[in-house]
T-cell receptor, first 114, second 109 residues
Framework: DTGVSQDPRHKITKRGQNVTFRCDPI?????LYWYRQTLGQGPEFLTY????????KSRLLSDRFSAERPKGSFSTLEIQRTEQGDSAMYLC????????????FGSGTRLTVV | DAKTTQPPSMDCAEGRAANLPCNHS???????VYWYRQIHSQGPQYIIH???NNETNEMASLIITEDRKSSTLILPHATLRDTAVYYC??????????FGTGTSLTVIP
């Protein structure tokens, strides 16, 4: 197992376009998280899944954002009608249920909206 | 979850112990203290966590005061590769973390 994989690593898109990111968690992990990080700030929580169920969503996740985790394996995060303010690093993490193992993060997808 | 306060930056000489403080004066009894670090252009990396007792693993030690209002992460022999931003987080559920801006640690040769 190579850890949490995110694809693509970098994405440049024009304002108004839709983009989709993929995250493949560690296979045994049943929880999957999405965070967003802008320059100089720590990661901010967006949403998390336990298996295929989306259990929590931040108010940061506007209606232009949608996340799915079909079959409880990989997840996708889609941003519709991108805006310049969406430019950020989008981080995915996975964990076992419960406190005791911490998260394992991927290396992120850097989105630039021009 | 309780808010944590960390100094924005610290320096440490290579080979010396790095002691990173964190204040969490409003922490509640069921909140754990987690530490993560983030090296430039990478995702955050889990370091250690604890509830009441001091903890040690291969990366670091976590010292939590008896009243649980503050903690210290100790890197016993800092190397240049430990240069990173270190985040202290208090969480009762582990479902979502508030990272804040962390402490930028620079290890100096």
């Amino acid at each position: 197992d190579t850890g949490v994989s995110q694809d693509p690593r970098h994405k440049i898109t024009k304002r108004g376009q839709n983009v989709t990111f993929r995250c493949d968690p560690i296979s045994e992990h049943n929880r999957l998280y999405w965070y967003r990080q802008t320059l100089g700030q720590g990661p901010e929580f967006l949403t998390y899944f336990q298996n295929e169920a989306q259990l929590e969503k931040s108010r940061l996740l506007s209606d232009r954002f949608s996340a799915e985790r079909p079959k409880g394996s990989f997840s996708t995060l889609e941003i519709q009608r991108t805006e310049q303010g969406d430019s950020a690093m989008y981080l995915c993490a996975s964990s076992f249920e419960g406190h005791f193992y911490g998260y394992t993060f991927g290396s992120g997808t850097r989105l630039t909206v021009v | 979850d309780a808010k944590t306060t960390q100094p924005p930056s610290m320096d440490c000489a290579e080979g010396r112990a790095a002691n990173l403080p964190c204040n969490h004066s409003t922490i509640s009894g069921n909140e754990y203290v987690y530490w993560y670090r983030q090296i430039h252009s990478q995702g955050p990396q889990y370091i250690i966590h604890g509830l009441k007792n001091n903890e040690t693993n291969e990366m670091a030690s976590l010292i939590i005061t008896e009243d649980r209002k503050s903690s210290t992460l100790i890197l016993p022999h800092a190397t240049l590769r430990d240069t990173a931003v270190y985040y202290c987080i208090a969480s009762s559920t582990g479902n979502q973390f508030y990272f804040g801006t962390g402490t930028s640690l620079t290890v100096i040769p």
